[in-house]
């Protein structure tokens, strides 16, 4: 390993770049198998020590409608015991009040609401209707504030949807604004079954600017289905969005939505940027190995290219 891209930077594009780790939660959470708690423990702590500066740990959901993540509230008592504070600053997916006290019952300080930007990923991924996803969010959001936490807000399905196809921009630009007023601090925008492509990415995000959403409150969640994820980052650092949602190994995708396949890996993400000379802060090396040991666990390789490349048995 140790093999690092030349650094040329494409002038114009930002200086730094937040990665935010979503594989022991959006990656896990669409395993076949069950992971062992204290198997997730490790790899959430080994992407800490990788650099890594935000890891989305896990989802205070109905633990029936995800069995993959159904230790939460184990696996978040012991990286407490372990970590102390640190572990307190790991965000996790609430989609209700029952999550969110499950969360506040632990001491954690930072959850996610997840919103679906169309009427048929509602029903099957929260079992509500567009509209009535916000009567769950807003009392969720509500106490979660009042309680001096931070809350992010996703939306699924900002660039296609697998059952209604072409999902209108000003319908997503609505569903993230009336999160933003609800009082997320983040809004990250989510190609739940990875259909986006380049222009697609630049004009949300100028409809969200329209809206007077600055990029700075956005964040971009690419799947890599038709490997058009980093041509989307590329597409968003033009914009100026600096916060990508990614998955170590490129695990990855949504029980809810059929063809949903591996988020963006953070591995690629972190090859793309070192070679613009953005800087992220993650150790390229650590990150593989961690996946190369994860894909042990796992039975199977990681589907990130870049895993494939640099990773030995021996990592
Ligand atoms: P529901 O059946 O409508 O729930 O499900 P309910 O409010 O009617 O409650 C029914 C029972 O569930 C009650 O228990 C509640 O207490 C319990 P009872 O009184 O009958 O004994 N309950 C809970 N228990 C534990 N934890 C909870 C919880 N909530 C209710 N939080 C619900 C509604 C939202 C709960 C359900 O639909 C659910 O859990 N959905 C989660 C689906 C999910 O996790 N999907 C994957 C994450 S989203 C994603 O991956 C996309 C993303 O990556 C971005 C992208 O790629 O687009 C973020
Ligand atoms: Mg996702």
Redesign the pocket.
Known sequence: MSTLPMVVPDPGLPSKVTIYE?GPR?GL?NEKSVVPTEVKAAFVKRLLDAGLPVVEAT?????D??PQLADAADLMTGLTADLGDAARQLPV????R??LD?AVGLGLRHVAV?ASATETFADK???RTLASQFE?FEPTIEAALAAGMDVRG?V??CFGDPWEGAVPIEQVVAVGTRLLDLGVGQL?L?D?IGVATAGHVKALVAAFADAGVACERLAL?F?DTYGQALTNVHAGLQSGVTTYDASAGGLGG???AKS?TGNLATEDLVWFLTGLGIEHGVDLDAVVGTSVWMAQQLGRPSPSAVVRALGSADS
């Open positions: 979503v959006d959470q989802s205070f959901v109905h633990p409608w995800v997916l609430v989609p209700n029952r999550g499950r997840f991924n929260l079992n769950m996703y699924s399905m990250s989510g739940t969640h799947h949504c029980p809810y949903a």
